[in-house]
């Protein structure tokens, strides 16, 4: 089965600790974002990656960090330093370059601060 | 900047009506638009796609449409059913087709 994974679906952290949430995609494709969704509300772009080795910082980058070192996986940090973590986060996947792009998502991890 | 808004952002229905949801964006370069739906708690998935040079697409009770030049696009669901109550959102792409900019969402429930 093709898809996107990520995990854990629920995620708490206590008040200064860094947090690593997971995304996996068996698509093959290129290119993968985090997003980040509060009540009620729209997605918001915090990371982007093209391709592998090299990542982009969306509108709300401050306070998280990523990496992609392989095609398949794209994990989020959230730092210390993000001063609102709570929110749902959501990772999706798609092959850029085309005339038409579809964006494929996850199920989203749900991260509380306590 | 790309700016998208949905109106209502949540809707009641009763069974079997028709309805319309709205999103309007401001920059008319937009270069394609999907829909999606999202259940609670759950991640998105894509209803439907308008690349740039189409004005609308259907699949089975859905037809979106997109109109550049009013900065609109309407999702049209005929006769709805309870299990249409989700939240849908519409999203706008810029012109390299991989940036992605969301509306806030219609909260729609369709009463039995």
């Known amino acids: 089965d093709g898809g996107i994974t990520q995990s854990p679906k629920y995620l708490f952290r206590k008040e200064g600790q860094n947090v690593t949430l997971s995304c996996e995609q068996n698509?093959?494709?290129?290119?993968m974002y985090w997003y980040r969704q509060d009540p009620g509300q729209g997605l918001r772009l915090i990371y982007y990656?093209?391709?592998?080795?090299?990542?982009q910082k969306g509108d709300i980058a401050e306070g998280y960090s990523v990496s992609r070192e392989k095609k398949e996986s794209f994990p989020l940090t959230v730092t210390s330093a993000q001063k609102n973590p709570t929110a749902f986060y959501l990772c999706?996947?798609?092959?850029?370059?085309?005339?038409?792009?579809?964006?494929?998502f996850g199920p989203g991890t749900r991260l509380t601060v306590l | 900047k790309q700016e998208v808004t949905q109106i209502p952002a949540a809707l009641s229905v009763p069974e079997g009506e028709n309805l319309v949801l709205n999103c309007s964006f401001t920059?008319?370069?937009?270069?394609?638009l999907q829909w999606f739906r999202q259940d609670p708690g759950k991640g998105l998935t894509s209803l439907l796609l308008?690349?740039?040079?189409?004005r609308e697409q259907t699949s089975g009770r859905l037809n979106a449409s997109l109109d550049k030049s009013s900065g609109r696009s309407t999702l049209y669901i005929a006769a709805s059913q309870p299990g249409d109550s989700a939240t849908y959102l519409c999203?706008?792409?810029?012109?390299?087709?991989?940036?992605?900019?969301f509306g806030g969402g219609t909260r729609l429930m369709v009463k039995p």
């Open positions: 920059d008319s370069a937009i270069y394609n």
């Open positions: 999706a996947s798609s092959t850029p370059g085309l005339a038409v792009m579809r964006q494929f």
């Open positions: 308008i690349q740039s040079s189409q």
């Open positions: 698509l093959n494709h290129d290119a």
């Open positions: 990656s093209q391709i592998v080795n090299d990542f």
């Open positions: 999203a706008g792409s810029n012109n390299a087709g991989n940036m992605l900019t």
